[in-house]
């Protein structure tokens, strides 16, 4: 992402997240009221048009059901881990997520930690300022680059307790990331967070990465990412999530790949939906060894 300029990307699934919300309520995959206030007229129109018209879905059949999928399914995790009791939510690329503002759940005394880029910050606190008069109590802002900054630093200068059992949400990001990025986080959170702390993140097979041909929206966002500022760089091979989390520092991982949200979801008037394949969400937790180890240094 370029320096100043805000996250499109996170602009777009924003309208996805308003649009289903247009439908019925016995329709609609995941909820989401805050989105379309986040959203210039414009671009809401805009993006909207395209996926009414049902040329999001031509372009890359099956991607939009996964991302509302995957917001569905990643607040019923943090409603399943608010229920087991929870003391920090950090949510790295926070974008334009509205979870802070939509979980009753998410008040004292859980303190909510947004990470997000400046420039797409920046436009985010300007509408929350709009919709509730001022910044809410209960979340902390915090500004990163996550190719320039660490996280550690960032997260400690604005008060994060690693002491606390913590859920990190780090939804629709790690594509977009170097390899050395994307392990200097999973470093920290498996370093740095009490025993029982978790992170749910989301990503797509290598292969998508590396043979994009068949796969129109993944060629689509190479072909615009000069405009976008936004670039894929990352993704894990779907059969080694499980090693690729214990090598660094996890254990009790769960993936949840395209069959698993379409089953879970996608049902009567939804059941024709499509659900890309390669995409997956994956949720693992700290492993106590590593914290143990960390702790006695």
């Known amino acids: 992402m370029r320096k100043n300029q805000a996250s499109l990307t996170a602009m777009g699934i924003a309208v996805i997240r308003a649009v289903e919300m247009e439908k019925p309520a016995g329709e609609r995959i995941c909820e989401d009221p805050f989105a379309r206030r986040f959203i210039p007229d414009w671009f809401y129109a805009f993006i909207r048009f395209f996926i009414r018209s049902g040329y999001a879905e031509h372009r890359g059949k099956g991607v939009m059901g996964f991302l509302v999928g995957r917001d569905r399914y990643i607040d019923d995790y943090l409603s399943a881990q608010l229920r087991q009791g929870l003391d920090q939510l950090v949510i790295l690329g926070a974008g334009y997520d509205a979870r802070a503002y939509r979980f009753e759940g998410l008040r004292s005394p859980v303190r909510v930690f947004e990470v997000d880029h400046p420039a797409t910050q920046a436009l985010k606190l300007d509408a929350l300022r709009k919709i509730f008069g001022s910044l809410p ?161």
């Open 137 to 297: 109590e209960h979340v902390t802002y915090v500004p990163i680059d996550f190719n320039r900054q660490t996280l550690g630093k960032c997260l400690a200068a604005h008060g994060y307790d690693p002491h606390s059992r913590t859920v990190f949400i780090w939804q629709g990001v790690t594509y977009y990331l170097d390899a050395a990025a994307v392990d200097s986080t999973l470093k920290f959170i498996a370093q740095h967070a009490a025993p029982g702390s978790s992170v749910i993140f989301d990503f797509f097979d290598d292969k998508l990465l590396n043979t994009p041909t068949h796969h129109g929206e993944i060629r689509g966002m190479k072909r615009y990412r000069g405009m976008t500022g936004e670039d894929l760089r990352f993704g894990i091979p779907l059969n080694q999530i499980d090693s690729f989390l214990h090598s660094r520092g996890f254990e009790q991982v769960n993936t949840i790949r395209s069959e698993d949200l379409k089953a879970l979801y996608f049902s009567g008037r939804n059941q024709t939906r499509n659900v890309m394949s390669g995409y997956a969400i994956v949720s693992a937790v700290v492993s106590s060894q590593v914290v143990g180890q960390e702790e006695g240094r």
